[in-house]
């Protein structure tokens, strides 16, 4: 996993999954059972086991830690729930000049059960299996802050954006350092790599997204790079937005099911990697017509010099059969280790 997102040689292309830690495993749904979301993401016990089940499971190269976007906003004292059905609910927005200064900071001592999760987690993965650190971008944790929760429209966001650009800009600083701040104690403890999930910045055009967003997510990357370790930043719907994103600093650029990885590779910095990018509903396909879909994007991301990671182009889908991911990652290094194999004999 690691090399392959520095653009170093491997013999096979590695997988993980997005959103692979939980809904969609049985196992998944009866260890939580009985306990809410952000509860689970602070029991270092919980967060352990859930992280290592698709790694047992599916036989991924990576695990991605399990939280959820909000959990540094909730640690930094920010009153949230996620309501099921619906996901994160504010008890107070934040609209105002006044309700910016007013959110907190978050201090890494704040989570020391983050740290206990990733140090529990990497002992049980070994040197083998790397741990993947992750949190929210800066625009997408002010979207749910002046929403309220999440949105169809972002409309209030927008407005915020155009209305009054500074105080938007001094919310996003703030939030770029809460995201920073939950990533280095993740990192510190353990992680190997991190992705930066911008979930809702595909509702913004890049206008906007350069004028107003894309500081504050290199401000992120930026605070992050004496780790030394390698970085993914990934958008949904983000194909007009891939290369201002690209400028952000990530090692790899997360690439969603709506743009071919070829197109991808036109729009990035040189030396990225790619990481992506099978449509998560194809899972539900029969494997017959799921396999050449499979093959044809390790095809197109082997042809990506800079490096290659397969992953869906979005989170694993609830109602995926458990059984279909990990013939997923078998197929995936089948086809790979065949085409580096032969581009080997060749040389």
């Known amino acids: 996993m690691l090399p392959a997102l520095r653009g170093e040689p491997i013999d096979h292309t590695p997988v993980w999954f997005m959103r692979q830690a939980g809904r969609s495993l049985p196992e998944y749904r009866r260890l939580r059972e009985g ?3 952000l509860d689970s993401c602070r029991d270092p016990e919980l967060v352990t086991e859930i992280t290592l089940q698709p790694v047992r499971r599916h036989g991924v190269d990576a695990a991605i830690f399990f939280s959820d976007i909000v959990v540094p906003l909730q640690a930094a004292g920010v009153e949230v729930e996620i309501v099921a059905g619906r996901g994160p609910v504010l008890a107070a927005p934040i609209r105002t000049r006044a309700d910016v200064e007013a959110l907190p900071e978050l201090e890494p001592d704040q989570i020391p059960d983050i740290a206990e999760s990733v140090g529990r987690i ?3 993965l070994g040197s083998d299996t790397p741990l993947i650190g992750f949190a929210g971008a800066p625009f997408t944790l002010a979207s749910y ?9 972002h409309e209030k966001t927008k407005s915020l954006v155009v209305a009054d650009p500074e105080t938007f800009s001094l919310l996003l600083s703030k939030l770029a ?6 990533i280095d104690v993740q990192l510190s403890a353990g992680a190997s790599a991190f992705q930066l999930f911008d979930s809702w910045a595909g509702y913004l055009n890049r ?12 401000a992120v990357f930026d605070a992050l790079a004496g780790h030394d370790v390698p970085s993914i930043h990934f958008g949904v719907q983000t194909g007009e937005l891939l290369g201002s994103m690209s400028r952000a600093g990530s090692t790899a650029m997360g690439v969603d099911f ?10 990035i910095q040189p030396g990225q990697a790619l990481q992506g990018n099978l449509d998560p509903a194809l899972l539900f396909a029969p494997w017959e017509a799921l396999a050449p ?15 290659f990671v397969f992953n869906l182009g979005h989170g694993v889908l609830p ?13 995936v290094h089948r086809v790979s280790a065949e085409i580096l194999g032969e581009a080997a004999a060749t040389r």
């Open 293 to 307: 879909r499979i093959g044809e994007i390790v095809r197109a991301g082997l042809s990506h010099d800079a490096g």
């Open 35 to 37: 306990t809410s979301m």
């Open 207 to 218: 206008r906007d997204y350069d004028d107003h967003v894309l500081e504050h997510s290199t």
């Open 258 to 267: 709506r743009v071919a990885l070829t197109d991808a590779a036109t729009r």
């Open 177 to 182: 350092r809460i995201s920073a701040t939950f």
């Open 145 to 153: 802050l002046i929403e309220g929760g999440p949105s169809k429209n």
């Open 319 to 331: 109602d995926t059969d458990p059984e279909v991911p990990g013939r997923v990652v078998a197929e």
């Open 122 to 124: 990497t002992a049980e």
